[in-house]
């Protein structure tokens, strides 16, 4: 066992690069929970949308705040509730921070929409200017937050609240959501009265209170992202979905397929990004511990000539290689698992999901890459000849 | 000595490899999914909670006067500006009177020449009823023929039915010409109540239509506050509650008022209550008509119940409820709700004992297999 130094100090090598792709396989599994996430804390059954749109998570969905209405009395259908989301920035103090402002409906803990946990303070009580904001964000109860032009006091905090992209959620009453969601800036709104005021159908001498009819139409906004449908139980989530897209003409999906929405479009690209960096990884890795096991092994060459030289099976020298080989893959392993678990996931600005069955399947993995890797050391230890040993 | 080397590489390997082995499982088994998760506990507590509601409003005037010509013109003058405090019965501009007061003269020629035609006529009368009286003298004295004295008394009562008639044409003449100085009075704007001018919306010379306004008054001593609450948060509100008054523009001060009316109309589309509060006191300076004011009104205060945190309420396979923890075990009990306070406690009237031990935070979404590390803190969380 001499040069174990090497050998430890190749061990935590390869055990850092291990760690990283662990922590890669972690990623992609934080980004698929994100989006399980998103669709578990909205506790609904079924997400109603703009007619041909891929709900509010994927594609923009404009429909009525009413229509939740006639959503309601359709058999079958436990509750409606409306929701919009729009991701901006908010501005607390002197920073801003990219979220996704969620609005929800008015009414009490467990209505579609609302988050279904806190870690601190309480659930939304007033009808405006309150919030519910994610650790993730970094705001802390009683810190006020500026969006667009009103300021709201941060009343509670969740975690795991994020977008499919990781962005925190903050939660507000949906009519000041609405307001978040069109309302201009004020010399926008400026432009759109002088416009308006200076278009002749809608500023009529004879009709005095036309104009302030057509501006203030223009300044109200009737519309939500998304209807949050529970179903009542014993009833099928297909058929109530095949009912309300047959009579309503709107789009409907069930949870399986938001699930296959997000992970399987959203999510896409990035998934392919990272199955190609754990390959190159895997490539990575089953050179190196090719490489320093041939290395020790050529340092060997004189003792292997005298086994072989007394001897010992092929059988022997292998194994020993293979021993060597598989116990730098444990060190390696139990390396990375403690770097990923304790360093990478915590400081990575993702969140990263190490599953127990990612790592039995990292555990075999890096097995057979070891015991593969050690096949070149172990040609050249058998192709040696034992006069060596004697010889020069 | 020379067991020494393999003791001492042995041990070498222990004091690494041991460690290691055990941080390996360590983090195995306390981070990730096997590992608990930490929660926060509070027990059922009795507690006299008082409810309130809170909506947001604007400032309104109680009445609003628009004042404008009631019929097609063009403004002549306009008095007054905008900020001028005037009284009732004040003349604050005029319209164009066009040919009305030509036509109110020629109204008085009309007046002065029925009055002649009326002396005509009264001086006809007289002779006709003299003339008639002396053929009727002649008559007795056989020195004129019945013809005659027929023919006097006709124009007699001819000359009284033209005096009649003259007369009334005066009284037509005269009424004719006070409907002109009526007409001629409604071209003043005129101020209907005491108030203060808000909007002048034309300046003279434009042309109006009938209806539309040119001044707009409003009387200041008559402030309210139009609120609206959302209607799943307006149950209890009536007349006479004390309100709480927070102006957009003046966002540290709270000024105390109460609800003068609950509107018999909802807002059906925006599905909200909406009421008028009034200032018990009104601000100095006046706050300017449309400013946004935020409102909350106390409701009585309810007789002590049992109360619960709203944080701890989840909803579990489509009932509403909380985690009790029981001897360490979770359990997920259905609660029926009674009312909730704007600080976040809510009443229990089914389900929870007072002293029971709930669940207010949790790191993650529970269900009942999980095992659970009761915190002071959740982990993450800064006070």
């Known amino acids: ?392 | 000595m020379k067991s020494l080397p393999i003791q001492g590489r042995t041990l070498a390997l222990v004091v690494v490899l041991f460690p290691l082995l055990a941080l390996f499982i360590y983090v195995a088994l306390r981070s990730g999914p096997l590992a608990p998760v930490p929660v926060t506990v509070a027990r059922v507590k009795t507690e006299a909670i008082t409810p309130a509601l809170f909506g947001i409003g604007t400032v309104e005037a109680q009445y609003t006067y628009k004042i404008g010509p009631t019929s097609a013109g063009r403004l002549k003058r306009l008095d007054v500006e905008v900020g001028d405090l005037v009284r009732a019965g004040q003349v604050l501009g005029e319209m164009d009177p066009i040919d009305l007061d030509d036509r109110i003269r020629a109204q008085d020629a009309a007046g002065k020449r029925a009055e002649a035609q009326l002396s005509e006529a009264k001086a006809r009368q007289a002779y006709a009823q003299i003339q008639a009286r002396r053929y009727e003298q002649l008559l007795t004295a056989r020195s004129t023929s019945e013809e005659i004295v027929a023919t006097k008394k006709h124009e007699l009562e001819v000359a009284v039915a033209g005096l009649q008639a003259a007369a009334e044409e005066l009284v037509r003449v005269h009424s004719e010409g006070k409907a002109l100085l009526a007409q001629r009075s409604n071209l003043k704007i005129v101020a209907p109540s005491d108030g203060l001018v808000t909007l002048r919306h034309v300046d003279p010379g434009t042309t109006v239509v009938a209806g539309q306004a040119v001044v707009e008054l409003v009387d200041p001593a008559n402030l309210w506050i139009n609120v609206r609450f959302d209607q799943i948060h307006a149950g209890g509100l009536t007349v006479n509650l004390p309100a709480q008054i927070v102006l957009r523009s003046q966002a540290g001060e709270v000024r105390g008022g109460r609800v003068l009316r609950v509107e018999p109309y909802a807002d059906a589309v925006t599905e909200e209550t909406l009421a008028k509060v009034e200032f018990n006191q009104l601000p100095e300076p006046l706050p300017p008509v449309g400013e946004l004011a935020e409102i909350t009104v106390a409701l009585p205060p309810l007789p002590p119940a049992p109360v619960i945190a709203n944080a701890a309420i989840r909803r579990v396979d489509g009932k509403l409820g909380v985690w009790h923890v029981m001897n360490g075990d979770l359990r997920f009990t259905p609660v029926a709700l009674g009312l909730a306070d704007l600080d976040g406690s809510v009443q229990v009237r089914e389900g929870l004992k007072v002293g029971d031990q709930y669940v207010v935070y949790s790191a993650k979404a529970l269900t009942a297999d999980i095992r659970i590390d009761v915190v002071d803190r959740i982990p993450g969380v800064t006070p």
């Open chain 1, 1 to 392: 066992m001499h040069a174990w130094g090497k050998f430890v100090f190749t061990g935590v090598g390869l055990g850092l690069l291990i760690g990283v792709t662990l922590s890669m396989a972690g990623i992609y599994r934080g980004m698929v929970d994100d989006a399980k996430a998103l669709l578990d804390n909205s506790g609904a059954d079924l997400w109603v949308v703009q007619q041909d749109t891929l709900g509010p998570y994927a594609e923009s969905s404009s429909i009525y705040d009413d229509t939740w209405r006639s959503l309601r009395g359709m058999p079958g259908v436990a509750s409606a509730a409306n929701v919009t989301y729009l991701t901006m920035q908010v501005r607390q103090g002197e920073r801003d921070v990219r979220t996704m402002v969620t609005g929800v409906t008015p009414g009490a803990a467990g209505t579609s929409g609302w988050p279904p946990y806190l870690v601190a303070g309480r659930q939304i009580t007033r009808g405006h200017y309150e919030a519910v904001a994610d650790i993730a964000s970094g705001f802390k109860l009683g810190d006020t937050l500026q969006i667009r032009r009103n300021y709201y006091t941060v009343v509670g905090l969740t975690r795991r609240m994020v977008s499919s992209s990781g962005d925190p959620m903050v939660f507000i009453p949906l009519k000041d959501a609405q307001e978040a969601q069109f309302l201009k800036d004020n010399d926008a709104i400026h432009q759109q009265r002088r416009r308006t005021a200076e278009n002749p159908a809608f500023n009529r001498p004879q009709v005095p209170g036309l104009l302030d009819a057509v501006i203030a139409s223009q300044s109200i906004n009737p519309y939500v992202n998304a209807v949050l449908v529970q179903i009542e139980s014993g009833h099928n989530s297909e058929v109530v979905a095949e009912s309300i897209r047959r009579w309503k003409r709107l789009t409907v999906y069930t949870r399986n397929q938001m699930e296959e929405i997000l992970v399987g479009k959203l999510i896409a690209t990035s998934a392919r990004q990272i199955a190609m960096f754990l390959v190159i990884l895997s490539i990575v890795s089953s050179a190196i511990v090719a490489f320093i096991i041939y290395t020790l092994t050529l340092g060997k060459i004189r003792e292997i000539a005298v086994l072989k030289l007394i001897g010992t099976k092929n059988r022997t020298i292998i194994a020993l290689i293979m021993q060597q080989s598989v116990a730098l893959g444990l060190i390696g392993f139990v390396v990375g698992k403690i770097t990923a678990t304790l360093l990478m996931a915590p400081i990575f600005p993702k969140y990263v999901l190490l599953e127990p069955l990612d790592s039995v399947i990292g555990f075999g993995a890096v097995v057979v890459i070891c015991i593969l890797s050690s096949i070149i050391a172990i040609r050249a230890a058998l192709k040696v000849d034992p006069a060596e040993a004697i010889g020069g």
